[in-house]
Nanobody
Framework: VQLQASGGGWVQAGGSLRLSCVAS????????MGWYRQALGKQRELVAI???????NYADAVKGRFTISRDNAKNTVGLQMNSLKPEDTGVYYC??????????????WGQGTLVTVSS
């Protein structure tokens, strides 16, 4: 399983960025897809997840500003980030939970993409 994330960058506070992650691999089903982030000196934390049926869950800190979406046909998960704040700065990681070809459950992380929000 491989994940390729893109879309990070630098933006001023109040701006927007969109992250995208493409998943590939010989698996039976992509289950939960999501985004996590890690700020310098802090632990990695959940940003948003979306299930295979489209249910979403967001961290309180991003509710109303970020929107997660997925395209099951293309095995992609996106994160639209609006009204960005300096505290949103960090490395954003794509994560997927999947059912393997033989039925086992697995999870995989992308390589991370840096988001920098300046005040």
């Amino acid at each position: 399983v491989q994940l390729q994330a893109s879309g990070g960058g630098w933006v001023q506070a109040g701006g927007s960025l969109r992250l995208s992650c493409v998943a590939s691999g010989s698996i039976r089903k992509w289950n939960v897809m999501g985004w996590y982030r890690q700020a310098l000196g802090k632990q990695r934390e959940l940003v948003a997840i979306v299930t295979s049926s489209g249910r979403t869950n967001y961290a309180d800190a991003v509710k109303g500003r970020f929107t997660i979406s997925r395209d099951n046909a293309k095995n992609t998960v996106g994160l639209q980030m609006n009204s960005l704040k300096p505290e949103d700065t960090g490395v954003y990681y794509c994560n997927v939970e999947y059912t393997g070809s033989s039925g086992f459950l697995g999870a995989s992380w992308g390589q991370g993409t840096l988001v920098t929000v300046s005040s």
